[in-house]
């Protein structure tokens, strides 16, 4: 069991850019979470998915936020038109039916937008 | 709407001398409380959950404690390396997703 894998760790683009950020859960998690979180705050929830379904979706995944998990394995999290706003920790995590809702994290990518 | 706070927002301890934080809920339906750890520039690290006021969960010097509108995270003789933020975050029933308080920065001085 290595973790949840996230990629890249950090990135840095320029305003106006697209960006995407990759996650692999721990083999077998069958649920994927994306959060995200800024600086001084708990992390806030923005999808969910099971297997491939995507069940649950935040108001605050705007239309420039879209996020797959194709074959159900990893997921992608793709922000277009990147904005001063969107610079945070986005964090990924994954549960399993025998984790329940308990849930493992990635260590997260941090995203500058300049 | 389900809301999770915190408190205090920061301690300061000594060495050995033991102390408690507060997350106080609020969730129509509670699944579970959970408790995270989070190292600065890291993702949050799984401490507990807990699922039915009077439930209790110790891991070392951690020991989370469940009512039925709070819940507790005791560390007795606290270590430096105790030093983090540590995160509370409820489920309501039905739902998967965790809705995290902001956290309490924890800083132990040897």
């Known amino acids: 069991d290595t973790g949840v894998s996230q990629d890249p760790r950090h990135k840095i683009t320029k305003r106006g850019q697209n960006v995407t950020f990759r996650c692999d859960p721990i083999?077998?998690?069958?649920?994927l979470y994306w959060y995200r979180q800024t600086l001084g705050q708990g992390p806030e929830f923005l999808t969910y998915?099971?297997?491939?379904?995507?069940?649950?979706k935040s108001r605050l995944l705007s239309d420039r936020f879209s996020a797959e998990r194709p074959k159900g394995s990893f997921s992608t999290l793709e922000i277009q038109r990147t904005e001063q706003g969107d610079s945070a920790m986005y964090l990924c995590?994954?549960?399993?039916?025998?984790?329940?809702?308990?849930?493992?994290f990635g260590q997260g990518t941090r995203l500058t937008v300049v | 709407e389900d809301q999770v706070t915190q408190s205090p927002e920061a301690l300061r301890l000594q060495e050995g001398e033991s102390s408690s934080l507060n997350c106080s809920y609020t969730?129509?339906?509670?699944?579970?409380l959970f408790w995270y750890r989070q190292d600065p520039g890291k993702g949050p690290e799984f401490l507990f959950t807990?699922?039915?006021a009077g439930e209790e969960k110790e891991k070392e010097r951690l020991k989370a404690t469940l009512t039925k509108k709070e819940s507790f995270l005791h560390i007795t003789a606290p270590k430096p390396e105790d030093s983090a933020t540590y995160l509370c975050?409820?489920?309501?029933?039905?739902?998967?997703?965790?809705?995290f308080g902001t956290g309490t920065r924890l800083l132990v001085s040897p």
């Open positions: 969730v129509s339906g509670l699944r579970g």
């Open positions: 995590a994954s549960s399993s039916r025998q984790t329940g809702t308990e849930a493992f």
């Open positions: 998915f099971q297997n491939e379904a995507q069940l649950e």
């Open positions: 807990l699922y039915s």
């Open positions: 975050a409820s489920v309501a029933t039905g739902f998967q997703k965790l809705v």
């Open positions: 083999s077998e998690h069958n649920r």
